[in-house]
């Protein structure tokens, strides 16, 4: 998950926005880019002969991963050794090629801090590094033509979940998703690809109802894995290893006598059936689940099987977000039709790139997100006849949704981000 990041600075325009963080120690560099040249300078100094190296490597890997509040680091086996990439603001970048290692690899150290088997490389395997002083790391290994390729997912990483009112939703998302948030029974899905965000939104809503509940609430969760501790919420974690899994902690759960389930995520069939099942009971359900729009959710949801009385009657509404770079204040102005890539605009600013933003153009994100409300008739009746996602997201835009691309036009006329972002994360088919 990546935090959707804010900070005090604010646009031209007077929007805030995340900008990266400056260090004012020399004034030069922003702090990430820094680091940055600082682990490439300390990785390429290790000794690939040494005994230590592996341990080394991965010891300033981590520290720099956590510094920089990175969602991910890849680690792509290659001829010419292990190519280093992380992920900042949703794109990846290249920390350079490093050796493998004579006596142990980087990709080996890794297996036997997350508990896999290390001298298995030729299935994939999926484990966790617990840290004191740390995000929790998930790590996934997975075999390639030059050896096992690593993927380290940092679980809770920018440490900063904010309200509702504090990620960028627009002010009526806002107050939408609080009206939803009133009801006390039905299912709110928070939908969007891996890295939208979608956890962040999910433990803004927590935070909202521990605090709008006038009396004590009865609120449990079931995640994989638990990424914050929110007091006032009963969170577990599964453990499918100890036979604790989705699907038997949910059907657990419902005799916990609970009044709020939070479910981490919706993966297949089962366990969607046993959540919207668990909101017709009389109980608030939330939980996450991969589609590229609210309504391709809805569509996803019923060719998993799950019938369309049950979307009708179990689920208030489906949340959709994505996260756009937002541009940093090298962008420069343009009335130029070709960099508005088909959208309803008069001028925009374009990226351009400095030392600031490392030439990327871009500084921080911002969301944009959709809110389909399942309980207006029509869409319902749509849902309840199989409607494609297409039918269900123009029926739901003549019914009032500021769909995601709407959503992302207003804050290209802000001066926000750029068409080209807008371009790059939702494609052309959104729009259409």
Request: aromatic letters at 6%; one cysteine or more; a negative charge.
């Amino acid at each position: 998950m990546n935090a959707i990041t804010a900070s005090g600075a604010s646009n031209r325009n007077g929007q805030p926005h995340a900008l990266a963080e400056i260090d004012e120690t020399n004034g030069a560099l922003p702090k990430d880019i820094a680091r940055r040249n600082t682990i490439r300078e300390t990785l390429a100094g290790l000794d690939a002969s040494h005994d230590g190296y592996a341990v080394q490597f991965v010891e300033h890997l981590l520290r720099f991963a956590r510094e920089v509040g990175t969602s991910d680091v890849h680690l792509q086996p290659t001829a010419d050794g292990i190519d280093l990439r992380y992920r900042s603001d949703g794109v990846l970048n290249r920390l350079g090629t490093y050796p493998v290692g004579k006596v142990s690899s980087p990709v080996s150290r890794l297996k036997i801090l997350s508990g896999l088997l290390s001298y298995r490389s030729d299935f994939p395997q999926e484990g966790r590094i617990i840290a004191p002083e740390g995000p929790e790391i998930r790590v996934s290994t997975f075999p390639t033509l030059y050896g096992e390729r690593a993927v380290l997912r940092l679980f809770g990483a920018q440490q900063d979940y904010r309200e509702l009112h504090q990620l960028g939703h627009s002010d009526r998302f806002v107050e939408q998703l609080k009206n939803a948030l009133a009801e006390t029974s039905g299912a709110i899905l928070i939908a969007g690809p891996a890295g939208s965000g979608k956890s962040t939104t999910l433990y803004a809503s927590l935070r909202h109802l521990v605090q709008v509940s006038t009396v004590s609430r009865s609120i449990v969760s079931l995640e994989d894995p638990i990424e914050v501790p929110i007091p006032g919420v009963a969170q577990s974690q599964v453990n499918p290893s100890a036979d604790f899994t989705l699907h038997s902690g949910l059907r657990a759960m419902l005799r916990q006598d609970p009044e709020v389930i939070i479910v981490g995520e919706i993966r297949d069939k089962l366990a969607a059936e046993v959540a919207i099942e668990a909101s017709l009971t009389g109980q608030l359900m939330l939980t996450t689940f991969h589609a590229e729009s609210a309504a391709t959710a809805v569509s996803r949801l019923t060719e998993m099987g799950i019938e369309p009385y049950l979307l009708r009657s179990g689920v208030i509404a489906i949340v959709c977000q994505r996260l756009l770079r937002t541009l940093c204040d090298c962008s420069v102005e343009s009335h130029d039709q070709a960099d508005f890539f088909g959208l309803p605009i008069d001028w925009a600013r374009k990226p351009v790139g400095c030392e600031t933003c490392d030439q990327t153009g871009f500084r921080g994100r911002v969301v944009t997100s959709e809110f389909l409300d399942l309980r207006e008739s029509n869409l319902a009746q749509s849902i309840l006849q199989r409607e494609d996602s297409r039918k269900i997201y123009r029926l739901a835009v003549d019914h009032g949704m500021e769909s995601l691309w709407e959503r992302a036009t207003v804050l290209v006329r802000e001066g926000i981000t750029s068409p080209c972002e807008v371009r790059r994360v939702l494609g052309v088919s959104m729009r259409l």
